[in-house]
């Protein structure tokens, strides 16, 4: 039984901790509240403390920072292995976790029971910031209890303190069903949260030599009713007329105000930054109540204001050597599109590490990047804040398809400012709506209805609009309900697995039933979703 933490036990604890989630994957991935083939948080756990294992492997005994102690040294260097192998929206949460945790213990000479609190609470705070708009009943619940419980259980005592932050993060975690509604539908439990018990319980085995005989968590009694299969949307609302943006100079107390301000004026908040100098990005109404937040927060500089309805996409022009564009893309095919626009492409689901390789790689001292999808928009933001570091500007212009990627490219123009061209393109992207079609994985009650295992699902921004048995039928139903509701131009990337004829049959129909409408297909080669389609 350990009275203290050292770096030898920081390094059993990511390999434990990896090892359990390893075990757990499955388990993970399949908890899951949509019908979509995406349910993946397992599998991003696993790839994100991999890398901070790996990280851990390949520093064995330096202490970079002479402040550090050597389990101090260990923690950060855990932490920032996690943040560049970070995955989807739950590896980069983990990553803010260890983040916190390292930093309250980096340079404390003993990890004791009140230690071990005090980093539990800093980890909270960290993964509580990372997050623009925080839901209780997901992992930040759950963190939060296993912080409140290290307090409350007041020793000194490190493995009482571990005991007792484990044991309320299960107790948190059986109760994120009652938080959220889809969750109890589903008859689930948060999957990010289980991924923290799991590293929570591991921590403990390490301390105490003995592993929590805790039960997985069993399937809630609404289990055996059907989840709903609508996605999140996180794109801007029209309702706002102006984007102000401006780099900042203030303390992070102020700017946490500021966030706050800021949040209650508009909508696309962004505020990422260092310590020192911010970034601030945010759409709103009260152009003068914005600009005039950043002076109380602190100095406010290179201030730009954008009026939306002013904005023109020009006609495209070559990019400068000066400028970027790097994409997330998913196949064969739309890789090869995003080439033959000048774009570095990235394979789908990158790392931290892996995204912010492909940004520096460009040699470019302004990039944007285009996610298409909410996982990997995440990693997006993670990346942006690691090359500002750098001295490299990165915009993200928060596509969530392909198809919004290539409407944004098409109107990239070196000759403007860079943030008036990531303005054009994020305009041109939100004009294009887009929708997927894919098979249910397991049966559900949607929005549009029951569907089964196997039905065929056609998605409209995240959302289910049409459950059918026949993929063509459906596919050519989802572009009549997308056209009558406008649109000049429709682009269908077909996917790796789509049967023959689906192509000619959906392009045959929009020719005789939208004669005045342009088709331009291409062969994706994306998995898992035989038709990506945008209308613009």
């Not at 910031?129 to 009943?137: C, F, L, S, T």
């Not at 909410?374 to 212009?397: I, L, T, W």
């Given at each position: ?5 050292d ?9 434990s ?5 390893q ?77 916190g ?29 990372a ?72 921590l ?117 050597d ?94 403007r ?26 049966d559900?009650?949607?929005?549009a ?43 269908l ?44």
């Amino acid at each position: 039984m350990l009275d203290t933490l050292d770096a030898a036990a920081v390094r059993r604890w990511c390999a434990s901790g990896l090892a359990a989630l390893q075990r757990h994957q499955g388990e993970i991935d399949d908890l899951n509240v949509y019908p979509v083939p995406d349910g993946d948080t397992g599998t991003n756990l696993v790839l994100t403390l991999t890398s901070a294992q790996q990280a851990l492997a390949m520093d064995l005994d330096t202490v970079a920072d002479g402040a550090a102690t050597p389990h101090g040294h260990a923690l950060r260097l855990m932490a920032r292995g996690a943040l560049l192998g970070a995955r989807g929206n739950s590896g980069v949460i983990l990553s803010q976790i260890l983040r916190g945790f390292a930093d309250a213990l980096a340079t404390t000479p003993t990890v004791g029971g009140p230690e071990l609190a005090a980093a539990l609470r800093a980890a909270t705070s960290a993964a509580y910031a990372a997050v623009a708009r925080p839901v209780e009943g997901t992992v930040l619940t759950v963190v939060a209890a296993a912080a409140g419980a290290a307090e409350q259980a007041d020793s000194e005592q490190l493995p009482v303190v571990a005991r007792e932050a484990a044991g309320a993060a299960a107790q948190a975690l059986a109760r994120t069903p009652e938080q959220l509604p889809a969750l109890a539908r589903a008859g689930v439990v948060d999957a990010g949260g289980r991924g923290l018990c799991l590293l929570l319980d591991a921590l403990v085995e390490v301390i105490t030599g003995e592993s929590p005989e805790r039960p997985g968590p069993a399937p809630t009694a609404a289990r055996s009713v059907p989840p709903p299969a609508t996605a999140a949307r996180e794109t801007g609302s029209p309702e706002y007329a102006y984007e102000v943006q401006f780099l900042l100079d203030a303390e992070p107390e102020a700017v946490a105000r500021l966030r706050d301000t800021l949040d209650a004026l508009g909508d696309s908040l962004v505020v990422v930054g260092d310590e020192d100098t911010w970034q601030v990005h945010v759409h709103v109404n009260d152009v003068g109540a914005a600009i005039e937040a950043g002076v109380v927060a602190g100095r406010p500089y290179q201030i730009s204001v954008t009026r939306f309805a002013d904005q023109r996409p020009p006609a495209p022009a070559p990019v400068s050597d000066g400028r970027a564009a790097v994409v997330v893309a998913a196949g064969a095919g739309i890789a090869e599109l995003f080439a033959g626009e000048g774009a570095v492409v990235v394979p789908g689901n990158p790392s931290t590490g892996e995204l912010l390789e492909a940004v520096l790689g460009t040699g470019a001292a302004q990039v944007v990047v285009l996610p298409n999808d909410p996982d990997a928009q995440a990693v997006a933001n993670q990346v942006a804040e690691e090359a500002h570091r750098a001295g490299v500007k990165v915009s993200v212009v928060p596509t969530r398809s392909p198809v919004q990627a290539l409407a944004a490219l098409a109107v990239r123009d070196p000759r403007r400012h860079f943030e008036d061209d990531v303005i054009a393109m994020a305009e041109a992207a939100g004009a294009c709506r887009y929708a997927e079609v894919c098979h249910a994985g397991r049966d559900a009650l949607t929005v549009a209805g029951p569907c089964r295992t196997g039905d065929v699902l056609a998605l409209v921004e995240g959302e289910v609009h049409l459950i059918g048995t026949d993929l063509i039928d459906t596919c050519v139903a989802l572009v009549d309900g997308m056209l009558g509701g406008g649109g000049e131009m429709v682009t269908l990337l077909v996917g790796a697995d789509a049967p023959d004829g689906l192509t000619d049959a959906v392009c045959t129909h929009i020719t005789r039933r939208w004669p005045f409408v342009e088709v331009q297909t291409y062969p994706g080669g994306q998995p898992r979703y035989p038709l990506l389609v945008g209308v613009e």
